[in-house]
Nanobody, 114 residues
Framework: VQLVESGGGLVQPGGSLRLSCAASGFTFRRYTMSWHRQAPGKERELVAYITNIGGDTYYADSVKGRFTISRDNAKNTVYLQMNSLNPEDTARYYC????????WGQGTQVTVSS
């Protein structure tokens, strides 16, 4: 089982990034996929999730209206489009798969700074 995040980097305030999480080794379409983030000295927090079949979504209040989660079951990939980024979004971003088991990726760093 692998979850490999990509797309992080350094961006200026107000900028955008698109994170990707490529999954392998399990039946991706059956799993609810989520993005979480952890800033230095803080607990890991849920950012957004998308359910398996129906594709229902949830967003933390702090990112609602700025971030969009989506999935492509044909590509076994979940995305997080992040717009209007601000320094408070700086964190390591992790994707997670949850159904009968729970899997985590290694994360990708997002730094928002001028």
């Amino acid at each position: 089982v692998q979850l490999v995040e990509s797309g992080g980097g350094l961006v200026q305030p107000g900028g955008s990034l698109r994170l990707s999480c490529a999954a392998s080794g399990f039946t991706f379409r059956r799993y609810t996929m989520s993005w979480h983030r952890q800033a230095p000295g803080k607990e890991r927090e849920l950012v957004a999730y998308i359910t398996n079949i129906g594709g229902d979504t949830y967003y933390a209040d702090s990112v609602k209206g700025r971030f969009t989660i989506s999935r492509d079951n044909a590509k076994n990939t979940v995305y997080l489009q992040m717009n209007s980024l601000n320094p408070e979004d700086t964190a390591r971003y992790y994707c997670k798969a949850n159904y009968l088991s729970t899997y985590w990726g290694q994360g990708t760093q997002v730094t928002v700074s001028s």
